[in-house]
């Protein structure tokens, strides 16, 4: 069984930088490409950026050119966050999907079969 375990999350002001980490472990990495999404209060979860196994990497519009998504392939993920907003406050999740549904774009939710625990980043302005 897949096992992903998010930290790094915190608090910062407006302009900050946060790094989020995801060790993962238990299923077939070599199936899968990895993401964050995050989900504030009230709205729906949204895929933020994902990473295939050749490197490539794919951003949600709101976060381009500020958040950078990296791997040690096969053990973890990070999220580098810069410049960061309060309309970045969330709680941010890291998670796997068949590599099938990450050709365009960050899988969608209902594809993801493995999702870590979240953690939380609150950005003050």
């Known amino acids: 069984q897949g096992q992903l375990v998010e930290s790094g999350g915190g608090s910062v002001q407006a302009g900050g930088s946060l790094r989020l980490s995801c060790s993962v472990s238990?299923?077939?990495?070599?199936?899968?490409?990895m993401a964050w999404f995050r989900q504030a209060p009230g709205k729906e979860r949204e895929g933020v950026a994902v990473?295939?196994?050749?490197?490539?990497t794919m951003y949600a519009d709101s976060v381009k050119g500020r958040f950078t998504v990296s791997q040690v392939y096969g053990k973890s993920l990070y999220l580098q966050m810069n410049s960061l907003k309060p309309e970045d406050t969330a709680m941010y999740y890291c998670?796997?999907?068949?590599?099938?549904?990450?050709?365009?774009?960050?899988?969608?939710?209902?594809?993801?079969?493995?999702w870590g625990q979240g953690t939380q980043v609150t950005v003050s302005s």
């Open positions: 238990g299923y077939a990495y070599s199936q899968y490409c």
């Open positions: 990473i295939k196994h050749d490197g490539e």
């Open positions: 998670a796997a999907a068949l590599d099938r549904y990450c050709v365009q774009s960050t899988p969608p939710s209902r594809n993801v079969d493995y």
